[in-house]
């Protein structure tokens, strides 16, 4: 199936410092989504964009829709160990939504 | 907790057979979606059912199919499973009908195909 393009695919960072990881696809979207997903849960929506060029935050996590439509990207600022996890991003389209493969945040005390 | 509940939690099989799987959707969420999470494909939205009716389909196969009932509940029926079938399955659900509703995810259904 379809797939948006997530990188990094992992990082190892120590506490305190930012984050960054985008996703890119060929195909344009009209909403962006980013997700967390916990070991052995299900992911939980972080952040919903819905307009091209938006920038929206939540807490110390920041994501913008990319003026082209066809990219997005979460920065978590100032890390703290319960951002550990695996992040995904969801482009929705007409009648499809498609994920990023992830990326899985580790995170070193 | 999500309030999404999904049974079993675990599913072991054989090749060739035919398993269900349910979701019981948050208290007063019409809309139940469906996803596929293996290591290889990431995460697959299969389909989405709206107060019964279905609403969106993504990367179902044919063999796989679906149906929301008048409680509301959700059945994800697999037939003729294979190997590649192995992953774990989630339900979610929304409030409304949109796609972009936030869901809510279930803790999953972990199936494994021998």
């Known amino acids: 199936g379809q797939q948006l393009n997530q990188s990094p695919q992992s990082m190892f960072i120590q506490e305190g410092e930012d984050v960054s990881m985008n996703c890119t696809s060929s195909?344009?979207?009209?909403?962006w989504l980013w997700y967390k997903q916990d070991p052995g849960e299900g992911p939980v929506l972080l952040i919903a964009l819905y307009k091209a060029g938006e920038l929206t935050s939540n807490g110390r996590l920041t994501a913008q829709f990319g003026i082209t439509r066809k990219d997005s990207f979460l920065n978590i600022s100032a890390s703290i160990p319960s951002d550990v996890g695996i992040y995904f991003c969801?482009?929705?389209?007409?009648?499809?939504?498609?994920f990023g493969q992830g990326t899985r945040l580790t995170i070193n005390p | 907790d999500s309030g999404v509940t999904q049974t079993p939690k675990h599913l072991i099989t054989a090749t060739g057979q035919r398993v269900t799987l349910r979701c019981s959707p948050r208290?007063?969420?019409?809309?139940v979606y469906w996803y596929q999470q293996s290591l290889d494909q990431g995460l697959q939205f299969l389909i989405q059912?709206?107060?019964?009716?279905?609403?969106a389909k993504g990367n179902i196969l044919e063999r796989f199919s679906a149906q929301q009932f008048p409680d509301l509940h959700s059945e994800l029926n697999l037939s003729s499973l294979e190997l590649g079938d192995s992953a774990l399955y989630f339900c979610?659900?929304?409030?409304?009908?949109?796609?972009?509703?936030?869901?809510?995810f279930g803790p999953g259904t972990r199936l494994t195909v021998l």
């Open positions: 059912y709206y107060n019964g009716e279905e609403r």
């Open positions: 979610a659900s929304s409030a409304a009908a949109g796609l972009i509703d936030t869901q809510y």
């Open positions: 969801a482009g929705r389209g007409a009648q499809k939504l498609v």
């Open positions: 195909s344009i979207f009209n909403t």
């Open positions: 208290s007063g969420d019409l809309s």
